[in-house]
């Protein structure tokens, strides 16, 4: 079967390999879209080194399953599934408080282990979220994204009401600018790329004005400078939830967190299972419309192309697989 790996820093290419065998607690899944992100990219540019190459890419994958293993009854061929592409361990501390993106032996898809980019992946059927036939496979590939912004606005505790501004309107900043109007919050953009900050009042956020104060800041664009400019925008008491990440430090004295007494949270994916299966049920009932950040499709053969798009395209890339028609 076909896959799109990464063989050197910088090269993509689609190569042959065995069709997986679906283990016991395993399903079978025929990938039928994998959406990209900048954790794509990022081990693309060989920043977030994998271990070993050839390394099939991408960890937003949706599918349908072919096969159910033999111990797995609560999975069925036929259904659609997202999967969650953190694969935590269910037996230490963390997991065991229900804060799994807090697991230290979590195995995460595309990075510690191979990636979704293939014709055929065999998954744990514990981390395969079915969702009804109903919901647009353009909706489902963004699942995973999106379950990302969700979790980063419920763990803020942000109220309606309260003045927002999204830092960033990358694809991630999209999800959380989404997150927050489902929730009936108007989201203020700071987005220096035109396409992205435009396509965010398209899908309803408004520009934040300079001067302008804010409750709660989200930070997605992993600028350690645009984010040190949004701390200056909170008013007493504020908090800003970062999503975004960036290995330099941050010039923030503790006299300004101190004495305007702010709070800065990380919010690190999803825990399992319940944000994974909260965001199926609200594309289930239409709530919330993700296809609409999407907005450059690729074939797999076009995988190199789709890669190389990622990083100026406002909105999501994605490809899609096994589905002639659509191509
Ligand atoms: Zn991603
Ligand atoms: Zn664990």
Redo the contacts with the bound molecule.
């Keep these: 079967m076909k896959a799109a790996a990464l063989i050197a820093p910088e090269t993509i290419e689609i190569i042959d390999i065995p069709e997986p065998h679906c283990g016991p607690d395993e399903v079978l899944v025929r990938v039928t879209a994998v959406?990209?992100?900048?954790?794509?990219s990022a081990v693309v540019r060989g920043s977030r080194p994998v271990p070993n190459m050839p390394w099939v890419l991408g960890?937003?994958g949706v599918g349908e399953i072919v096969a159910v293993g033999s111990r797995t009854v609560d999975r069925e061929v036929g259904q659609q599934v997202a999967i969650e592409p953190n694969y935590c361990c269910f037996t230490c501390e963390a997991c065991g408080d229900g804060f799994t993106s807090g697991c230290p032996s979590r195995d995460a898809v595309?990075l510690t282990s191979p990636g979704l980019l293939a014709e055929y992946v065999a998954v744990p059927a514990i981390f395969t979220h079915p969702a009804a036939d109903h919901v647009n496979i353009c909706d489902l590939v963004c699942v995973?994204?999106l379950t990302?912004a969700r979790a980063a606005v419920r763990r803020s505790g942000v109220r309606s009401g309260q003045r927002c501004l999204v830092v960033g309107t990358g694809s991630?900043g999209l999800f959380v600018c989404q997150s927050l109007l489902a929730e009936g919050i108007t989201p203020h953009v700071r987005e220096p790329h035109t396409g992205r900050r435009e396509l965010a009042l398209v899908l309803g956020a408004v520009p934040a004005t300079d001067g302008e104060p804010f409750d709660h800041i989200f930070e997605t664009s992993g600028a350690t400078g645009a984010l040190e400019t949004a701390l200056g925008t909170l008013v007493p008491g504020g908090k800003a939830t970062l999503v975004g990440m960036n290995a330099g430090p941050l010039d923030i004295s503790t006299h300004a967190v101190v004495s305007r007494q702010l709070s800065l949270s990380g919010s690190l994916i999803y825990d399992h299972p319940h944000d994974f299966a909260d965001t199926i049920a609200a594309l289930e009932k239409k709530s919330v419309e993700p296809h609409r950040v999407l907005q450059a499709r690729y074939p797999l053969e076009a995988a190199a192309e789709a890669f190389a798009a990622v990083v100026d395209t406002p909105g999501k890339c994605w490809i899609s697989l096994n589905d002639p028609a659509g191509q």
């Excluded at 959406?35 to 794509?40: N, Q």
């Design positions: 959406g990209l992100c900048g954790t794509d960890h937003e595309g995973e994204p990302v991630q």
